[in-house]
């Protein structure tokens, strides 16, 4: 069901995307800056560089 999901919104964004080319194509540097943030949120936030607690440098 999820993968139906998917697919069906990769061919709505498809169809989307090539009716409103002219659009889209004047504003790719704000839509760039807009990706941004919609990546901290679905990569997470705060783990950037976190080490695991199991690492061979940890003191006991």
Request: glycine residues 10%; charged residues 15%.
């Amino acid at each position: 069901m999820r993968t139906a999901l998917l697919m069906v919104a990769l061919i709505g964004g498809f169809y989307l995307l090539r009716e409103h080319w002219s659009h889209v194509a004047g504003n790719w540097v704000y839509l760039l800056l807009l990706a941004c943030p919609l990546m901290h949120l679905l990569h997470g936030h705060g783990r950037h560089g976190a080490l695991p607690d199991n690492r061979p440098d940890k003191e006991a």
